[in-house]
């Protein structure tokens, strides 16, 4: 079978490997959609501390069970699947508190397991183990249901920020997650919605397809200023930073209405992740920052369950469609920013 194997930065090879077997308490599945993202990009870049080359990469994974291993029950061959990618232990104390997305002892399926982008995969004991392996439901595709995760971590980002009926919401990036905030905004019951982006045509293409209530250059305007003035000069209630830029979380500091919520949604490079940020501004407008990190077995589940619904619709947003052979070209493609959303299809 082929597989897409990450040796360095700068260094991922198609090669041949041998069709792995399901093992006690694992599944063997046949990968019908792989969604790509722009961490695999920054893995293509840089690498990763938690991948130890070489590794098959790939964790937005959606597929058909092919073989259950000893032990295994409530699947069969034939079932179609979506796989969580970040795999909380279930045990610590943070688990035993519902907080899986914060586990210290998480583990990620393409950075520590073998992922996706390959023909054949198996799904570790371990996702079995905290029921990380969900049901996709009739009338949904394996790439819908790949975009799964990634919604998942919208869903627990908009979540942590309170995002709900009668909001202002202004979104901070307009890539693919910028996308998914703006539908699960609409989801949540969000008034207005505003999308902001530095590259005009990435904002173009964006606002084209979720049709946010104002799409904000920041190339061409001081997006403060327009998010004040488009809410009276009270700010929006909540600000989601879904892109990885410090400037973009000191810019939401200072458009949140009082009692409002920002999102750091996007981490921040490891090699500069320390911001400007005016505590009097936190304390006398009693605002709340919030982290959030992934997604949890559960906000999985869900997730498949608002694309079911067409309450969050992702069909349109995969804009392109490629084989296992052109997993190089899929991440150049999210590098340069010319998809919302790119699939591979082994």
């Not at 930065?9 to 490997?17: F, L, N, S, V």
């Not at 920020?161 to 997650?177: K, L, R």
Request: aromatic share 4%; net charge negative.
């Amino acid at each position: 079978m082929k597989v897409a194997r990450f040796y360095a930065p700068g260094d991922i090879r198609i090669e041949e490997a041998p069709e792995p077997e399901a093992g006690p308490g694992e599944l063997k599945l046949r990968v019908r959609n792989c969604s790509t993202c722009g961490t695999d990009a920054k893995i293509m870049r840089h690498g990763h501390h938690h991948i130890a080359p070489p590794r098959v990469i790939g964790h937005e994974i959606a597929g058909e069970v092919v073989e259950a291993g000893a032990d295994v029950t409530g699947w069969a061959a034939g079932d179609r699947v979506q796989v969580i990618a970040a795999i909380p232990c279930g045990s610590c104390p943070d688990c035993r508190r519902g907080w899986q997305t914060i586990c210290p002892n998480q583990e990620s399926m393409g950075y520590h397991y073998n992922g996706g982008f390959a023909e054949y995969m198996v799904v570790p004991a371990k996702v079995l183990g905290v029921n990380g392996v969900n049901r996709i439901p009739d009338g949904v595709g394996f790439d819908e249901a790949s975009v799964a995760e990634p919604l998942a971590c919208v869903l627990n980002g908009q979540e942590l920020a309170g995002v709900g009926t009668g909001d202002t919401v202004v979104i901070m990036g307009a890539g693919p997650i910028g996308c998914l905030h703006v539908r699960m905004a609409r989801a949540n019951g969000a008034e207005r919605v505003i999308l902001v982006e530095l590259n005009r045509q990435r904002l173009d293409k964006a606002a084209e397809a979720v049709h946010p209530d104002v799409a904000i250059c920041g190339n061409d305007t001081d997006v403060v200023d327009e998010v004040r003035k488009l809410t009276d000069g009270r700010g929006a209630d909540v600000v989601i930073t879904a892109a990885a830029s410090g400037a973009a979380q000191e810019d939401a500091l200072q458009m949140v209405a009082r009692r409002g919520r920002v999102s750091f949604f996007g981490g921040l490079p490891k090699d500069d992740p320390i911001i400007s940020c005016d505590s009097n501004l936190v304390h006398y407008r009693e605002l709340t920052i919030v982290g959030a990190n992934g997604s949890s077995p559960d906000h999985n589940r869900r997730a498949l369950e608002l694309i079911a619904s067409g309450a969050v619709p992702v069909a349109d947003l995969i804009t392109h469609r490629m084989p296992l052979d052109d997993v190089l070209t899929a991440i150049d493609t999210v590098i340069a920013g010319e998809a919302i959303k790119v699939t591979i299809q082994p």
